[in-house]
C-alpha cells in the first residue's frame, strides 16, 4: 500500500531550506474556512502520523502527488514523491490505494471542472512553477468518459 509510506515519508509536508514557501491553492469554501495555507517549513496541520486533517484536507493536498492539466486533460506526478513507480504500477491493479485515489480525484476534478475551472487552471499553473512534473500513464479503463 503506496500511502502507507506517506505517514512516514512526509515529505509533501514540508518545504527544504533555501526554497520559496508554498501557498496552497484553496477553493473559496476552503479559504473561507483557512483563509490561506502556506507551508513555509513544514505544514501546520502536520502531525506525527501524517495530516491532521484526514479525509478533510484541501483539495490541492488531496489531490497530491498528482498534478492535473485541464488545458490537456493530462494527469502528472511530482517527481520528488519515491511513490511514482509504485503508484504507476498499482494503477493498473484492480481495488489498489493508487487506483481509488486516483478515481476519488478525477472524480472531484469532473466535478471541478463545471464551476471550478480557473482554480484547476490555477493549481496547475502554480504545481508547474513549484514541482517538476512527471507524466502519468493512465491506464485507459481509469480515464472513463470526460464531462465537459
Not at 90 to 117: M, Y
Request: hydrophobic share 30%.
Amino acid at each position: 500500500m503506496p500511502f502507507e509510506h506517506c505517514k512516514v515519508c512526509k515529505k509533501c509536508c514540508h518545504v527544504d531550506p533555501g526554497y520559496p514557501s508554498l501557498e496552497v491553492p484553496l477553493l473559496a469554501a476552503e479559504q473561507k474556512r483557512w483563509k490561506q495555507l502556506v507551508i513555509d517549513t513544514s505544514c501546520r496541520f502536520l502531525g506525527a502520523s501524517g495530516c491532521d486533517l484526514g479525509s478533510a484536507k484541501p483539495f490541492a493536498c488531496e489531490q497530491y502527488p498528482l498534478s492535473y492539466d485541464p488545458d490537456q486533460n493530462r494527469y502528472y506526478f511530482d517527481a520528488d514523491c519515491p511513490l511514482f513507480e509504485r503508484y504507476q504500477d498499482e494503477l493498473r491493479v484492480d481495488g489498489s490505494q493508487a487506483q481509488e485515489h486516483f478515481e476519488r480525484i478525477r472524480n472531484r476534478i469532473d466535478a471541478l471542472r463545471q464551476r471550478h475551472s480557473t482554480f484547476l487552471a490555477r493549481n496547475f499553473a502554480l504545481d508547474t512553477d513549484y514541482f517538476e512534473l512527471l507524466p502519468l500513464e493512465v491506464p485507459q479503463k481509469l480515464i472513463g468518459p470526460t464531462k465537459t
